[in-house]
T-cell receptor, first 109, second 115 residues
């Protein structure tokens, strides 16, 4: 069975402070990991995926297979980063995506 | 290019009734997935359709069924509605070969309330 755990429901940081949204997963094989973001009154959208190894809007995420983690990081938070963030996993040969419960990031001006 | 659309936006039903939710995929996409998102939870995978056939299913009972049409629009049908079916239902489309993940584009969702 595959599972994604996001331990924090809410993360509040000041503008300019570093951000780390935690994500741990369980899956016996080699999954694909993603971060999705939902801004206020907008649709759920893909932020980044681990195989791309790219930085999107200043965010990066490194897959740590030993710790089964895929934490999302940004060195300096901006107010426009305030949103709901979901960590997700895809495995099993098709496009089933298992989502975590989400972390609401609140950037305080 | 048209994005993913869903109808209706909101729906209220009573226990035991049946409901049909609709999704229009993004132009050119051949795969659609449906998710249920209860309040305070992440989306939960219901099933996926690839080229009009079910291509994977999550842990949902058979009273959740679906269809994908030749134009790649899709329906989610739920029979014998229960109170716990109250949720936001999301549809997501993608262009894929049916075996690997490709970026899914989500619709705005249909909010279903079961009384």
């Amino acid at each position: 069975a595959q599972r994604v755990t996001q331990p924090e429901k809410l993360l509040s940081v000041f503008k300019g402070a570093p951000v780390e949204l935690k994500c741990n997963y369980s899956y016996s094989g080699s999954p694909e990991l993603f971060w999705y973001v939902q801004y206020s009154r907008q649709r759920l959208q893909l932020l980044l995926r681990h195989i791309s190894r790219e930085s999107i809007k200043g965010f990066t995420a490194d897959l740590n297979k030993g710790e089964t983690s895929f934490h999302l990081k940004k060195p300096f938070a901006q107010e426009e980063d305030s949103a709901m963030y979901y960590c997700a996993l895809s495995a099993g040969g098709y496009q089933k995506v298992t989502f975590g419960t989400g972390t609401k990031l609140q950037v305080i001006p | 290019e048209t994005g993913v659309t869903q109808s209706p936006t909101h729906l209220i039903k009573t226990r035991g009734q049946q409901v049909t939710l609709r999704c229009s995929s993004q132009s050119g996409h051949n795969t659609v997935s449906w998710y249920q998102q209860a309040l305070g939870q992440g989306p939960q995978f219901i099933f996926q359709y690839y080229r009009e056939e079910e291509n994977g299913r999550g842990n949902f009972p058979p009273r959740f069924s679906g269809l994908q049409f030749p134009n790649y629009s899709s329906e989610l049908n739920v029979n014998a509605l229960e109170l716990d079916d109250s949720a936001l239902y999301l549809c997501a489309s993608s262009l894929s070969d049916g075996s690997r993940y490709n970026e899914q584009f989500f619709g705005p969702g249909t909010r279903l309330t079961v009384l």
